[in-house]
């Protein structure tokens, strides 16, 4: 059994940088597809990234591109969310969720999942921007 944990959301000005991370207890995330999702108060749960296992392939939002990292840190056995670019948008609570095989990357799956897919979840970990 995997529990994911966030760490790393604070505050930033726009223009700003976050490195958000991460990490499991019980059970690892090295071999499980694991995304960020996102939440704003008054919106939807959205997916910012996702990257896979078997192919270590990442997939990203439109709202990701060009601005957000995801990668995986071997050495310390987490899934990191580099930030950068921040904007007035960006603002949410982000979540970690993993579960087996169901980003795009993993054999033939080439669209992203719903968060109603991923089975485990940590507890969020806030951004916050300021202007």
């Known amino acids: 059994q995997v529990h994911p944990v966030e760490s790393g959301g604070g505050l930033q000005q726009s223009g700003g940088s976050l490195r958000l991370s991460c990490e499991a207890s019980?059970?690892?995330?090295?071999?499980?597809?694991v995304a960020w999702f996102r939440q704003a108060p008054g919106k939807e749960r959205e997916a910012v990234s996702c990257?896979?296992?078997?192919?270590?392939?990442?997939y990203d939002s439109e709202s990701a591109l060009g601005r957000f990292t995801i990668s995986r840190d071997n050495a310390r056995h987490t899934v990191d969310l580099q930030l950068n670019c921040l904007n007035p948008d960006d603002p949410a609570k982000y979540y970690c969720?993993?579960?087996?095989?169901?980003?795009?990357?993993?054999?033939?799956?080439?669209?992203?999942?719903?968060?109603?897919?991923?089975?485990?979840w940590g507890q969020g970990t806030q951004v916050t921007v300021s202007a």
């Open positions: 969720a993993a579960d087996v095989a169901i980003c795009p990357g993993e054999g033939s799956i080439t669209t992203m999942a719903p968060a109603t897919d991923f089975g485990s």
């Open positions: 990257i896979s296992y078997g192919t270590n392939r990442p």
């Open positions: 019980g059970d690892t995330l090295d071999t499980l597809s």
